[in-house]
């Protein structure tokens, strides 16, 4: 019978990676957003040591970029001499954001840390008590984003009592993948060619499990980095039985946490109401998750609230009363972003049917506006969009959607006039 041992999976460390659009609310949120990378990572640092796991794999993307800069060396070089002292080998690939290539000899890891090479599939024994049970198998993106499918080209060793595969890549044609940002290709198919136990994934930014035979886990980032990347952020303690059997426990590592949150607006009569509301709602996540908050709030419904709702300036006053109710807090919920998604009270089918201006306008965006092909296709029709370049990419099916429910309702809310109340 194998020996039982546990193993930390994390990854898509980007360590020292920027929140620019959410500095300068406070200096509480600048310090507490400039050390949450390396905040994270040291909670899975500590956590190994505390429970003396037998190995600490990190599936790629150390640093946010291709120029890593020396703090994030130095904290990370840290961290593994940290290791070294407890005795845990490290083994790690390189992912997109911290290729091969880019890596500089500017600090010297200590013997405990492997990195695979980048040429051709790498194999380091898996030791449990000085006694070798298997092998850690890895290849390190060399070049960015990778084209290459990295999965057929793991085999695990016949002799391996367990298997462990280490890849930073994108498998099948994850939702959460970047659509531009593709690297290593592959299918659950592929994998398991590969005989391994327990494939250590990274590049996917959510925690997820594609597979429980063999096992195939992405771990997801220790700390969201914007906040398309709300909720729970941490890594994996792996549990292997003497059988192979593998148990996982996620462990919420996030120094910050992005939530978003959703008010309707129906029935709400005064502006002071909807404040007060939303500082309930504040506290509500301040007492759930005990950490601090970056908050986006997206106001829907109907009523009277619509036309302050609709206001930028009337948004921002808003954003900074509730911005300043966080200021001196430690554990705050900073409010960042107010979104308008409310709609004036009419009923856009009955007014579709009408014989007036609104109608006619209705009727006329329908015929013109069908779907989102539609709008970016009148959008790249325009001489103007040539200056666009590499921008074209921003304009996404969501933010057309947006832009085509927003002209339906401007349009129609000022083609009524402010007192139309039909």
Not at 403 to 416: A, F, H, K, W, Y
């Amino acid at each position: 019978m194998m020996q039982p041992f546990r193993f930390i999976h994390c990854g898509d460390l980007h360590l020292g990676a920027p929140f620019q659009y959410v500095m300068g609310m406070s200096r509480t949120v600048d310090r507490t957003v400039a050390e949450s990378t390396y905040v994270a990572f040291q909670r899975i640092v500590d956590m190994a040591v505390r429970e003396r796991v037998q190995a600490f794999i990190i599936s790629g993307d150390v640093y946010n970029s291709e120029d890593h800069n020396l703090e994030a060396q130095v904290r990370f070089v840290r961290a593994m001499y940290q290791l070294q002292e407890a005795r845990i080998p490290v083994y790690m690939v390189q992912g997109n954001h911290d290729p091969a290539e880019s890596w500089r000899a500017q600090l010297d890891m200590p013997s405990n840390v492997h990195v695979f090479t980048h040429a051709q599939v790498q194999r380091f024994p898996l030791m449990v008590n000085n006694i070798e049970i298997g092998g850690v198998y890895g290849i390190s993106c060399g070049h960015g984003n990778e084209h290459t499918n990295f999965a057929v080209q793991y085999k695990a060793f016949e002799r391996d009592e367990f298997s462990i595969a280490v890849m930073h890549g994108t498998v099948g044609s994850s939702q959460d993948a970047d659509v531009h940002n593709v690297t290593g290709p592959c299918n659950v198919s592929d994998m398991i060619q590969g005989a391994m136990d327990y494939w250590a994934l990274g590049h996917i930014h959510k925690s997820q499990v594609l597979g429980n035979d063999p096992m195939i886990v992405y771990a997801g980032n220790p700390q969201g980095l914007h906040r398309k990347e709300c909720g729970s952020k941490g890594c994996y303690m792996v549990k292997v039985s003497h059988n192979g059997h593998c148990e996982l426990e996620f462990v919420e590592t996030s120094a910050i946490r992005f939530e978003e949150i959703k008010l309707d607006i129906t029935g709400i009569q005064k502006e002071s109401e909807l404040l007060e509301v939303l500082s309930i709602k504040k506290n509500i996540l301040r007492k759930q998750y005990k950490k601090p908050i970056l908050l986006s709030v997206q106001l829907i419904g109907t009523g009277s609230m619509h036309a302050l709702a609709m206001d930028e300036g009337v948004r921002n006053l808003w954003l900074k009363s509730l911005q300043d109710e966080e200021k001196s807090k430690s554990v705050f919920v900073m409010p960042y972003k107010i979104i308008d998604k409310t709609r004036p009270s009419v009923n856009l089918g009955e007014r579709r049917l009408l014989s007036d201006m609104v109608g006619d306008y209705l009727r006329a965006y329908d015929s013109a506006i069908t779907d989102v092909s539609t709008v970016r296709q009148i959008l790249l029709d325009r001489p103007e969009a040539k200056r666009l370049g590499t921008y074209a990419d921003l304009l996404t099916d969501e933010l057309l959607l947006r832009v085509m429910e927003r002209s339906e309702m401007e349009g129609v809310t000022m083609l009524m006039g402010a007192h139309d109340e039909h």
